[in-house]
């Protein structure tokens, strides 16, 4: 029988971090090492399975990353990164970043530990939001000479409780089209008399509403017609599933900096 790979969560009392762990110690090829949470949490010393609902696993949340595992995946916050990325990067272990909200600071960071240690980083680690960040690219590239211009805008939804906004899937579309179509300006909402909408400009909008666990629709606005291509999540394991198959890759890769798209061999 092949080697269990060893798995260690970070924020692992968190939304995300519980379904990760719950599906870590339900995945016959992985094994739950440990579970990371910040020192004053009140869930250091509680055992990671209980907290996550899955039953008693004997692996106990706690602050530091003791024993070698095979890859660490990570859904924290943007400030926890420096709890996490130097043992990493020192250690060589294998990293899935999922957070998102970094500074430009951060993720250069991020990338220059990738020169150490094999890392995969990515707003979503959906397949359907990955497939569907293909389907806008296509479309932005298609559509970028059209004669009479196209407005892209992006509305987003997520749960009251995001802290971040934009979330950085949203802001990864608009890098994908701005790619492809060249706006300049990205906007964040609009009130007052702003005038008439320039074509160099991508519109976000960020809704908080409820326990929604995110949607994201890209509008390509054009004279006469408009086309929108939405993502919608029903459950947050559609992250969770991408993050265990981005552990499952990155514990075997070289160090670099990988994203969905190597994950998922989109
Ligand atoms: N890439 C993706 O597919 C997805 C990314 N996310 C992102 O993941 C992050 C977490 O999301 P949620 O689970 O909803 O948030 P959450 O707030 O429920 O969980 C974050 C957890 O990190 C813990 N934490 C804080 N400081 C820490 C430290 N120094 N060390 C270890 N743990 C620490 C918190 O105590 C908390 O339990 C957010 O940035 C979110 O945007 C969320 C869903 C999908
Ligand atoms: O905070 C969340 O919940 C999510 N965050 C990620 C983001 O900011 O893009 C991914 C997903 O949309 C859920």
């Known amino acids: 029988m092949p080697d269990l790979l060893k798995i260690a969560v970070n924020g692992a009392a968190g939304r995300m971090g519980q379904r990760i762990t719950a599906l870590t110690i339900a995945d016959p ?3 739950l090492s440990a579970a990371l949470e910040y ?9 990671a399975g209980e907290v996550c609902g899955a039953g008693k696993c004997g692996v106990t949340i706690s602050s530091e990353l003791v024993h070698r595992v095979d890859a660490v995946i990570d ?9 996490i990325l ?10 899935v970043i999922a957070t998102t ?5 951060q993720r250069e960071q991020i990338a220059a530990a990738a020169n150490s240690t094999p890392i995969v980083m990515a707003p ?13 690219s296509d ?41 492809q179509m060249g706006q300049e300006n990205h906007i964040h909402g609009r009130s007052g008399r702003p005038g008439q909408r320039p074509h160099n400009e991508i519109g976000y909008h960020a809704l908080r509403t409820g326990d929604n666990v995110g949607e994201h629709t890209i509008v390509f606005g054009m004279m006469g017609e408009t086309i929108d291509l939405t993502v919608r999540g029903h459950t947050r394991d559609s992250y969770a599933y991408g993050a265990l198959a981005a552990a499952k890759f990155v514990a075997s890769q070289k160090a670099g900096l990988y994203s969905m798209n190597d994950v998922l061999g989109l």
């Open 101 to 105: 909200g970094y500074t430009d600071a």
């Open 124 to 136: 979503s680690m959906s397949m359907a939001v990955n497939l569907v960040m293909k389907l806008v």
């Open 86 to 95: 130097p043992a990493c990067e020192e250690r060589q272990i294998p990293l």
């Open 75 to 83: 859904f924290s916050l943007p400030e926890a990164l420096d709890s």
């Open 139 to 179: 479309a932005a590239r298609v559509l970028k000479d059209n004669t009479d211009g196209v407005d892209v805008e992006i509305i987003e939804r997520h749960h009251r409780f995001k802290e971040d906004a934009p979330s950085g899937t949203a802001l990864h579309f608009g890098k994908l089209v701005a790619e």
């Open 29 to 31: 090829e992985l094994e």
């Open 39 to 47: 020192a004053a949490s009140p869930q250091q010393g509680h055992d």
